[in-house]
């Protein structure tokens, strides 16, 4: 009986394996831009995944500031204070306090509305400061300041973080009308899932990125207002205890407080909630407000994974106040 000779798979070669894992790496998309909004200075902005977000207080004031990856050889990494809204003649009045002892000013090219200056502050540090209109006499800005080679090699995220640079005003959001229900939304957040019924409707939005898990899969939040007739008495208590009486047992009621709606109806009584849900393992965070007018629960919840939920509940602080029933 003749014996089949077995092949053996050969072993790729270290240098095309090499090879393999640039070409791999050249077909990776770019990171993703993450989603921050400040909730002193209401001032939004995006950076890249690695870049980290701090809060400090120096005097009395209270800022935001970001931090980049620390370039090699670098003391210190490259940094970004926000300059929240500040009444003010100009930009350059503004700018006056940065540029004090600087010496190398160059004013750079800008967008409308937008004044820019490079420098070296009175430290020696190469800068860059960044001041737009808000309007009515307001200005909002950042001021970046590092190494020479951190400057240079971040120059194209800098761009893009002051570009993205804005003043959230919930009166420019837009209207969203759906099922006799009205709410504000950012532009950049994602419409998703409408339905209804005689009785019920429901419509949902979806954040920006917040952070990011494995890599570059992006995490984001949820928020989901609804309407439903309330039964028994129709009022605030009945809607609560038929709340109470949906979740699982996986859901743990954190904190449950009065609420006063934003709107017309200036007798309306709410209640709001922060609840947490999941596994140790998988854990989701969520902040609830419901309200009844004339028999129908209103009823406004925003969600997120646990670790990305402090980034998400500055919006719902804003969107909050600007849902109602029709």
Known sequence: MAIAKRTLPSR???HLLIALAFALAGCRGPDPLLSFLDHESSLSFTHPPRWSVGFAEHDGLRYRYLTAPKVEGDAEALSVT??????????????????????????????????????????DAPSRLWIRSAGNGRFFGAWARGSESAINQYSGQL????????????????????????ARVPADWARGTRLSNATNAMMQFRSPPLAVDKGTETIHGFVTLSREPVPDQGDLEALNRVLKDR????????EHRPWTPSGPDSGAKGYADYLRSGTTLSATRSRRWITVSSGMGLIFSCEARADAFDRLEPWCLRLVTTVRLD
């Open 247 to 254: 979740v699982s047992d996986t859901v743990v009621l954190l």
């Open 159 to 182: 761009d893009s973080l002051f570009a993205s640079l804005s003043l959230q005003r919930v009166e420019d959001w837009k209207e969203e009308r759906f099922g006799d229900m009205v």
């Open 12 to 14: 790729p070669r270290p």
């Open 82 to 123: 926000l300059i929240s809204p500040t009444e003010a003649d100009s930009a350059e009045q503004v700018a006056k306090a940065y540029l004090t002892g600087a010496r190398n000013v160059l004013t750079a090219p800008a967008a409308s509305g937008t004044s820019e200056w490079s420098f070296r502050d009175s430290s």
